[in-house]
């Protein structure tokens, strides 16, 4: 097999697909995608709801449904597979070690690297969420493996923690199994999901939302130390638990849906510069890391609450590695992308300014969930560029526009939120 | 079933004495209540192999320490378990903390504990530890303190004593002692076995095996407190904020709590003492956990806690108005030999508990002949720690070794497949997660937890709710979908 490789993508997810299918579309021939699993598409393997490629393909489709379209589109391309794969080292000058049954370890060179390895779940541990140590304590994720792709319930009574998109699907997919789900319990006094979301799995089957309230004890069952029941608190404006707002509930499972982290392990071994605020790679308009020639995109990069999201910052990585493959690194003037007030993160971080398109996406996400706002584009001089909303919130992410010639005299640029007072 | 001696429990204590047993042409058993070794207060303490100046001059834990110290240095190599001589700090600002350290420092000289010096000044500690809070003037400086992995020691003693003959019988809780001619009789799992000695390392429930053994003297027996810690595991990238075990300076009020890389490269921070009255309570509190948190600002500040990736706690077992470890022939029952009250410095005293079981068995006669054949089990090398030959010459020798089951471990079903062919094999997620650190990582067994599952199944052939979480009992899964009704 040839070690020496045009574009080695890292994930064969929906970003990794995608990625391969925009450089393949931008020229590019020798490509390669390395995927641990046995089969491509990632996690949309495991999400058998509806839902998946209204934005990229006009029709709802299931998440198997949606990576056998990409996987067939990559599929009538030159562009090669090696599955059963696990990349366990990268360098900083596009060396991939991966190992595998049939390949053993290999070490692979390329000219350009794209990484799309996805996310992953945060444990227990992330939120400290005291009670016994027992069995029946699934991240959502975890248990909708268990379930769509194994065939094996987890549980019967469930209390879910936390109400982003995964546990709000596992609500009624566990509903639909014949459980009961007693509760979703969510810290923040608002929903980190999206609202269809909200609207299609809880209201719909009654489940009920306990907002403002966190785990506050697990306790098992002494003999076989499984849980059995779970204890809830309402916590106040920092979050602590109120004494004597305890709400109990006999259970045999708690499912935790309390965010996701990038998962950026080689791309730590390789030394790219991380942002801490989406803990994936600081990237420049193109999705190309610190490091030249090495690319990210999907959740490695941002966590996503849409798949065609994913898929359309996937072709552009692929695109732009191609590009770089044909032209070498862009040569420009940077300019910075900071969150202002009101603002979690943004991505990209920096603009090339002479190399960019005509205009970049930003993305970001709020920090609280408001109405009535003006999201606002600032350069060194003052406000670029405005847009009004209606409503936003954390759990959906938002973009504004930049445009090339709002960089002309600036060095810096800040996305902030603003109120609107009402005339 | 006949054996010369009987060791109940195995946690570290009971694994040390089943492997330094098996080194002599003796007929021994060990009996467990739970389905593997480890899985009580081994498998949850800080692994700390503790230089030796903190026990008391003259006593048994001092005596121990230092001993067992030494003799995990020499067979961490020769059995291939995790250990890391990362040397220790205990720090200090006050003058009575330097007070407490100079002490300290005396009593490490009068235990002969090798290497210790004092660190007079702030430069000499934040020389050796730039992330240690700048009030901090002032350290106990011990060079042989190391980390290691509790469970792994004591699966590594265990499984030496298993391939030199030991029997083990796990889910075999005593239930009764009864003194026969030449020995005793003991029921354990609805099974009798007779025996000439009894050598009693039940941790916890050492109190409650000998009152079953002591019948109408229940009284002569001691009493064991159980007293919980709690802690914080925290992600491999808050692993290098340190780089030696820290411990704050003892106080009136207790001992402070450490923060030290963890052998696999993790941060620890904990424990506190909780004296509860519930042996078997192995909850964690968020008052205990925020306290904790609380009083590691006064080594650090650096520490991250939004990269926790567990919190746990461990119970160990204090006798009551006893401060040191009661390891003696009981005075009523002859070759009836306690090993109680093993809490701190246990892990450090590790294969000294054995060595001293020899000396207790050869001083009441019992003939010794040692073996000649006895060898120490070798513990694979964990796939990713091996060099790029050894990482393709496993793959080429068997295929498994290049399928990565853990990817935030990355752990090889080669290596799983090994834990549950052991000498003694892993039947559980958890007991596959102490052989081979799968699920040790960042998310926590949430992606190889189902693979581990089918695997467990398919290899030992067990329907879906035999797979254990950890105890037996603690199921996975309910049932098949489409059946919850």
Same mark, same amino acid.
């Not at chain 2, 009493?223 to 411990?247: A, R, T």
């Not at chain 2, 094999?425 to 990582?441: E, V």
């Given at each position: 097999?040839?070690?020496?490789?045009?574009?080695?993508?890292?994930?064969?997810?929906?970003?990794?697909?995608?990625?391969?299918?925009?450089?393949?579309?931008?020229?590019?021939?020798?490509?390669?995608?390395?995927?641990?699993?046995?089969?491509?598409?990632?996690i949309?393997?495991q999400?058998?709801?509806?839902?998946?490629?209204?934005?990229?393909?006009?029709?709802?489709?299931?998440?198997?449904?949606?990576?056998?379209?990409?996987?067939?589109?990559? #599929?009538?391309?030159?562009?090669?597979?090696?599955?059963?794969?696990?990349?366990?080292?990268?360098?900083?000058?596009?060396?991939?070690?991966?190992?595998?049954?049939?390949?053993?370890?290999?070490?692979?060179?390329?000219?350009?690297?794209?990484?799309?390895?996805?996310?992953r779940e945060r444990p227990r541990g992330a939120i400290s969420t005291p009670g016994d140590r027992c069995a029946g304590i699934f991240t959502a994720g975890a248990a909708q493996k268990y379930c769509n792709i194994d065939?094996y319930l987890v549980g019967k009574r469930i209390v879910i923690l936390g109400s982003g998109d995964i546990g709000l699907i596992m609500a009624r997919r566990m509903t639909l199994e014949g459980a009961k789900v007693l509760a979703d319990v969510e810290l923040c006094?608002?929903s980190n999901g999206?609202?269809?979301n909200i609207?299609?799995c809880l209201?719909?089957y009654d489940i009920p939302l306990y907002p403002s309230y966190t785990v506050t004890d697990i306790v098992s069952d002494k003999d076989h130390q499984r849980i059995q029941k779970v204890v809830i608190s309402k916590v106040?404006?920092?979050k602590k638990p109120i004494?004597?707002t305890e709400i109990s509930f006999d259970c045999d499972t708690l499912l935790l849906s309390v965010g996701l982290i990038?998962?950026?392990?080689?791309?730590? #071994?390789?030394?790219?510069?991380?942002?801490?605020?989406?803990?994936?790679?600081?990237?420049?308009?193109?999705?190309?890391?610190?490091?030249?020639?090495?690319?990210?995109?999907?959740?490695?990069?941002?966590?996503?609450?849409?798949?065609?999201?994913?898929?359309?910052?996937?072709?552009?990585?692929?695109?732009?590695?191609?590009?770089?493959?044909?032209?070498?690194?862009?040569?420009?003037?940077?300019?910075?992308?900071?969150?202002?007030?009101?603002?979690?993160?943004?991505?990209?971080?920096?603009?090339?300014? !002479?190399?960019?398109? !005509?205009?970049?996406?930003?993305?970001?996400?709020?920090?609280?969930?408001?109405?009535?706002?003006?999201?606002?584009?600032?350069?060194?001089?003052?406000?670029?560029?405005?847009?009004?909303?209606?409503?936003?919130?954390?759990?959906?992410?938002?973009?504004? #526009?930049?445009?090339?010639?709002?960089?002309?005299?600036?060095?810096?640029?800040?996305?902030?939120?603003?109120?609107?007072?009402?005339? | 079933?006949?054996?010369?001696?009987?060791?109940?429990?195995?946690?570290?204590?009971?694994?040390? +004495? $089943?492997?330094?047993?098996?080194?002599?042409?003796?007929? +021994?058993?060990?009996?467990?209540?739970?389905?593997?070794?480890?899985?009580?207060?081994?498998?949850a303490?800080?692994?700390?192999?503790?230089?030796?100046?903190? @026990?008391?001059?003259?006593?048994?834990?001092?005596?121990?320490?230092?001993?067992?110290?030494?003799?995990?240095?020499?067979?961490?190599?020769?059995?291939?378990?995790?250990?890391?001589?990362?040397?220790?700090?205990?720090?200090?600002?006050?003058?009575?903390?330097?007070?407490?350290?100079?002490?300290?420092?005396?009593?490490?000289?009068?235990?002969?504990?090798?290497?210790?010096?004092?660190?007079?000044?702030?430069?000499?500690? &934040?020389?050796?530890?730039?992330?240690?809070? @700048?009030?901090?003037?002032?350290?106990?400086?011990?060079?042989?303190?190391?980390?290691?992995?509790?469970?792994?020691?004591?699966?590594?003693?265990?499984?030496?004593?298993?391939?030199?003959?030991?029997?083990?019988?796990?889910?075999?809780?005593?239930?009764?002692?009864?003194?026969?001619?030449?020995?005793?009789?003991?029921?354990?799992?609805?099974?009798?076995?007779?025996?000439?000695?009894?050598?009693?390392?039940?941790?916890?429930?050492?109190?409650?095996?000998?009152?079953? $053994?002591?019948?109408?003297?229940?009284?002569?027996?001691?009493?064991?407190?159980?007293?919980?810690?709690e802690y914080y595991l925290?992600?491999?990238?808050?692993?290098?904020?340190?780089?030696?075990?820290?411990?704050?300076?003892?106080?009136?009020?207790?001992?402070? +709590?450490?923060?030290?890389?963890?052998?696999?490269?993790?941060?620890?921070?904990?424990?506190?003492?909780?004296?509860?009255?519930?042996?078997d309570d192995t909850s964690t509190k968020s008052e205990a956990l925020?306290?904790?948190?609380?009083?590691?600002?006064?080594?650090?500040?650096?520490?991250?806690?939004?990269?926790n990736i567990r919190n746990f706690s461990?119970?160990?077992?204090?006798?009551?108005?006893?401060?040191?470890?009661?390891?003696?022939?009981?005075?009523?029952? @002859?070759?009836?030999?306690?090993?109680?009250?093993?809490?701190?410095?246990?892990?450090?005293?590790?294969? $000294?508990?054995?060595?001293?079981?020899?000396?207790?068995?050869?001083?009441?006669?019992?003939?010794?002949?040692?073996?000649?054949?006895?060898?120490?089990?070798?513990? @694979?090398?964990?796939?990713?720690?091996?060099?790029?030959?050894?990482?393709?010459?496993?793959?080429?020798?068997?295929?498994?070794?290049?399928?990565?089951?853990?990817?935030?471990?990355?752990?090889?079903?080669?290596?799983?497949?090994? $834990?549950? &062919?052991?000498?003694?094999?892993?039947?559980t997620i958890d007991?596959?997660k102490?052989?081979?650190?799968?699920g040790m990582g960042r998310c926590q067994g949430g992606f190889c937890g189902p693979?581990i599952f089918?695997?467990?199944?398919?290899?030992?052939?067990?329907?879906y709710d035999?797979v254990y979480q950890d105890t037996t009992g603690s199921n996975i899964v309910v049932g098949k979908t489409?059946e919850a009704k």
């Amino acid at each position: 097999m040839n070690t020496n490789r045009d574009l080695i993508i890292i994930g064969g997810g929906p970003a990794g697909l995608a990625a391969a299918y925009g450089a393949f579309q931008e020229g590019l021939r020798d490509i390669l995608i390395i995927e641990r699993d046995d089969t491509l598409g990632g996690i949309l393997n495991q999400c058998i709801h509806n839902g998946f490629g209204l934005h990229r393909f006009n029709e709802e489709l299931t998440g198997p449904e949606y990576a056998n379209r990409y996987e067939e589109m990559v #599929k009538s391309t030159s562009v090669e597979i090696m599955s059963n794969t696990m990349a366990i080292n990268l360098t900083d000058d596009k060396e991939v070690t991966v190992i595998s049954s049939e390949g053993g370890l290999q070490v692979l060179k390329a000219k350009a690297i794209i990484l799309a390895m996805g996310c992953r779940e945060r444990p227990r541990g992330a939120i400290s969420t005291p009670g016994d140590r027992c069995a029946g304590i699934f991240t959502a994720g975890a248990a909708q493996k268990y379930c769509n792709i194994d065939g094996y319930l987890v549980g019967k009574r469930i209390v879910i923690l936390g109400s982003g998109d995964i546990g709000l699907i596992m609500a009624r997919r566990m509903t639909l199994e014949g459980a009961k789900v007693l509760a979703d319990v969510e810290l923040c006094p608002y929903s980190n999901g999206l609202a269809r979301n909200i609207a299609q799995c809880l209201d719909d089957y009654d489940i009920p939302l306990y907002p403002s309230y966190t785990v506050t004890d697990i306790v098992s069952d002494k003999d076989h130390q499984r849980i059995q029941k779970v204890v809830i608190s309402k916590v106040d404006e920092h979050k602590k638990p109120i004494p004597g707002t305890e709400i109990s509930f006999d259970c045999d499972t708690l499912l935790l849906s309390v965010g996701l982290i990038p998962e950026n392990e080689l791309s730590g #071994k390789a030394g790219i510069e991380l942002d801490c605020r989406t803990r994936g790679p600081i990237v420049f308009d193109n999705l190309e890391t610190d490091k030249e020639g090495v690319f990210a995109c999907g959740n490695v990069l941002q966590v996503h609450d849409l798949v065609d999201n994913v898929s359309a910052e996937g072709e552009r990585a692929g695109h732009n590695a191609a590009k770089y493959i044909q032209n070498g690194e862009p040569i420009s003037k940077i300019v910075k992308v900071c969150p202002g007030p009101g603002i979690g993160y943004v991505c990209p971080q920096f603009i090339r300014v !002479d190399t960019m398109e !005509d205009s970049v996406n930003v993305f970001f996400r709020v920090n609280l969930p408001e109405n009535n706002v003006t999201l606002v584009l600032s350069g060194n001089d003052g406000k670029l560029a405005s847009v009004k909303k209606i409503r936003v919130a954390p759990s959906e992410m938002e973009s504004l #526009k930049i445009k090339k010639e709002y960089l002309n005299n600036c060095s810096e640029i800040t996305v902030s939120l603003e109120e609107n007072h009402n005339d | 079933m006949h054996y010369d001696v009987i060791v109940i429990g195995s946690g570290i204590t009971g694994s040390s +004495v $089943a492997m330094e047993l098996s080194k002599y042409h003796l007929k +021994v058993a060990v009996l467990e209540k739970e389905n593997d070794v480890a899985m009580k207060t081994t498998k949850a303490n800080s692994g700390i192999v503790h230089a030796g100046y903190d @026990p008391k001059p003259g006593t048994l834990m001092a005596r121990l320490n230092v001993e067992g110290a030494k003799q995990i240095h020499a067979l961490a190599p020769l059995m291939n378990f995790h250990f890391k001589e990362i040397g220790s700090l205990v720090i200090g600002s006050t003058p009575e903390e330097h007070e407490t350290i100079n002490k300290l420092y005396s009593r490490g000289l009068e235990n002969k504990v090798e290497g210790i010096k004092i660190l007079k000044t702030s430069n000499e500690v &934040h020389k050796i530890e730039p992330n240690l809070n @700048p009030d901090i003037d002032f350290a106990l400086y011990a060079p042989s303190c190391g980390v290691v992995s509790p469970w792994e020691m004591a699966l590594a003693f265990s499984y030496t004593a298993r391939i030199n003959g030991v029997d083990f019988f796990f889910d075999s809780g005593v239930t009764d002692i009864v003194s026969v001619d030449n020995g005793y009789q003991i029921m354990a799992g609805g099974k009798a076995y007779e025996c000439e000695y009894v050598i009693n390392c039940a941790g916890l429930y050492a109190d409650k095996i000998y009152q079953l $053994a002591l019948k109408d003297k229940k009284d002569e027996s001691f009493e064991i407190i159980p007293c919980k810690g709690e802690y914080y595991l925290l992600d491999k990238d808050q692993g290098s904020i340190l780089n030696h075990v820290i411990f704050q300076t003892p106080t009136k009020l207790g001992k402070g +709590v450490l923060v030290s890389p963890t052998v696999h490269g993790n941060l620890i921070v904990g424990p506190n003492a909780d004296y509860d009255e519930d042996k078997d309570d192995t909850s964690t509190k968020s008052e205990a956990l925020s306290l904790i948190r609380q009083a590691s600002l006064k080594t650090t500040s650096k520490v991250s806690f939004g990269s926790n990736i567990r919190n746990f706690s461990g119970v160990r077992s204090y006798i009551k108005d006893y401060e040191d470890f009661l390891i003696a022939e009981s005075p009523i029952l @002859p070759h009836f030999i306690n090993f109680a009250g093993i809490k701190s410095p246990g892990i450090s005293c590790g294969p $000294a508990f054995g060595t001293e079981a020899i000396k207790i068995l050869s001083g009441k006669g019992l003939k010794l002949d040692k073996k000649p054949d006895f060898k120490y089990y070798r513990l @694979p090398s964990y796939f990713k720690e091996m060099s790029v030959i050894e990482k393709q010459d496993a793959i080429a020798k068997d295929k498994r070794f290049g399928q990565v089951i853990c990817r935030c471990e990355t752990v090889t079903e080669g290596e799983i497949l090994d $834990a549950i &062919h052991a000498p003694i094999p892993a039947r559980t997620i958890d007991g596959i997660k102490r052989r081979t650190n799968a699920g040790m990582g960042r998310c926590q067994g949430g992606f190889c937890g189902p693979k581990i599952f089918k695997i467990l199944m398919e290899e030992l052939n067990l329907n879906y709710d035999e797979v254990y979480q950890d105890t037996t009992g603690s199921n996975i899964v309910v049932g098949k979908t489409k059946e919850a009704k």
